[in-house]
T-cell receptor, first 115, second 112 residues
Framework: DTGVSQDPRHKITKRGQNVTFRCDPISEHNRLYWYRQTLGQGPEFLTY????????KSRLLSDRFSAERPKGSFSTLEIQRTEQGDSAMYLC?????????????FGPGTRLTVL | QQPVQSPQAVILREGEDAVINCSSSKALYSVHWYRQKHGEAPVFLMILLKGGEQKGHDKISASFNEKKQQSSLYLTASQLSYSGTYFC?????????????FGKGTTLSVSS
């Protein structure tokens, strides 16, 4: 059973460029989460999917951010017109919904640096 | 709404014990504990549900005091591998979704 995978692991981009990250959850996991983590902070929730439906979005998710999970399997997170403040580690987590309290398993993250 | 973790940092020698606390101003449905090593993904340790239960995992255990809305993580006879940053993630009772709200973390350093 492979864990959550994310691609790329590192991304360096110039301000104003668009970037897209991919997350492959643990197979059979129907919930998928995106979090953002900056240095010295815990992960901050961005959005989550149950199957292909995006059920919740944080106020942190500005109009420049969009996430999809088209077939209820992998997910992509796109950031348009990147800003230096977007520099962070973007973490993906997945879980299998059994009850409300499901365990979220995290991927290794994509570290974004905006120059 | 973000839970408060204390202390911010702990320095231990192998074999010593530590307690990390996580307090919330909101009523909680559950508390999730993770350990993260530098440059790696957070690794799940355990979940505590409201009801004041206590759980153990090898020499790491945790409790959840529902009255105080506080969870404590106990690390006994610490090992070098325990080093890392510990985060609590909380699930407030009044929240419809399942997203976790994480504290800022407690950095644990264990030396030989």
């Amino acid at each position: 059973d492979t864990g959550v995978s994310q691609d790329p692991r590192h991304k360096i981009t110039k301000r104003g460029q668009n970037v897209t990250f991919r997350c492959d959850p643990i197979s059979e996991h129907n919930r998928l989460y995106w979090y953002r983590q900056t240095l010295g902070q815990g992960p901050e929730f961005l959005t989550y999917f149950q199957n292909e439906a995006q059920l919740e979005k944080s106020r942190l998710l500005s109009d420049r951010f969009s996430a999809e999970r088209p077939k209820g399997s992998f997910s992509t997170l796109e950031i348009q017109r990147t800003e230096q403040g977007d520099s962070a580690m973007y973490l993906c987590a997945s879980s299998l919904e059994v009850t409300r309290t499901d365990t979220q398993y995290f991927g290794p993250g994509t570290r974004l640096t905006v120059l | 709404q973000q839970p408060v973790q204390s202390p911010q940092a702990v320095i231990l020698r192998e074999g010593e014990d530590a307690v990390i606390n996580c307090s919330s101003s909101k009523a909680l449905y559950s508390v999730h504990w993770y350990r993260q090593k530098h440059g790696e993904a957070p690794v799940f340790l355990m979940i505590l549900l409201k009801g004041g239960e206590q759980k153990g995992h090898d020499k790491i255990s945790a409790s959840f005091n529902e009255k105080k809305q506080q969870s404590s993580l106990y690390l006994t006879a610490s090992q070098l591998s325990y080093s890392g940053t510990y985060f609590c993630g909380t699930d407030p009772s009044n929240q419809a979704g399942t997203a976790l709200i994480f504290g800022k973390g407690t950095t644990l350093s264990v030396s030989s």
